[in-house]
């Protein structure tokens, strides 16, 4: 069974840098799909902020392109995102995923709640 | 970027109604990248259908998913209780994703 889980800081102050990790277990990521990263600030939708196959190679949502940073550990078996200049808007709950045939995404980690805040 | 319009907003039914919701895309997708998700809350999101009409594992057979180009469609049977959630759609194109606004679907 594939299981992904969230680990990071659950508050970060306004114009510094969120980071969090996923850390993978029940399948080898090294093995193909790609890993990505959504979130959804409380009481609103899903929005994608971006993916990584297992070879590194990235894609990012254009409108967070500019501040964010996709990176793969396949030796740990994990992925992390790094979002610059953060605001109160990126307040939300952050999961990870993997992205599945069709580029759907059918597992996910249970979701961190990031609050920005001084 | 593909816009997703979902329709209606909130959907107010009772158990054992059918429930059809409605996802629009402002231009034609491939029906190999339209999926469907419901979202229960405090709960990560669980995929329900992807390609449009496939059904991801475990899902039962009272949701299925329709449609092309630009309209797509998720069909519930059947209502049952665990059914009442938000409901989002989700497309890929462009070399990005992006979700629909979500549907509620409410007990009446």
């Known amino acids: 069974q594939v299981q992904l889980q969230e680990s990071g800081p659950g508050l970060v102050k306004p114009s510094e840098t969120l980071s969090l990790t996923c850390t993978v277990s029940?399948?080898?990521?090294?093995?193909?799909?790609?890993w990505g990263w959504i979130r959804q600030p409380p009481g609103k939708g899903l929005e994608w902020i971006g993916s990584i196959f297992h070879s590194g190679s990235t894609s990012y949502n254009p409108s967070l392109k500019s501040r964010v940073t996709i990176s793969i550990d396949t030796s740990k078996n994990q992925f992390s995102l790094r979002l610059h200049s953060v605001t109160a808007a990126d307040t939300a709950v952050y999961y990870c995923a993997r992205v599945y045939t069709g580029m759907s995404v059918d597992y996910w980690g249970q979701g961190t709640l990031v609050t920005v805040s001084s | 970027e593909i816009v997703l319009t979902q329709s209606p907003g909130t959907l107010s039914l009772s158990p054992g109604e059918r429930a059809t919701l409605s996802c629009r895309a402002s231009?034609?997708?491939?029906?190999?990248?339209l999926a469907w998700y419901q979202q229960k809350p405090g709960q990560a999101p669980r995929l329900l259908i992807y390609g449009a009409s496939s059904k991801a594992t475990g899902i039962p057979d009272r949701f299925s998913g329709s449609g092309s180009g630009t309209d797509f469609t998720l069909t519930i049977s059947r209502l049952e209780p665990e059914d009442f959630a938000v409901y989002y759609c989700?497309?890929?194109?462009?070399?990005?994703?992006?979700f629909g606004g979500g549907t509620k679907v409410e007990i009446k």
């Open positions: 989700q497309q890929y194109g462009s070399s990005s994703l992006t």
């Open positions: 029940g399948y080898s990521i090294s093995s193909g799909y790609y």
């Open positions: 231009q034609s997708i491939s029906i190999n990248y």
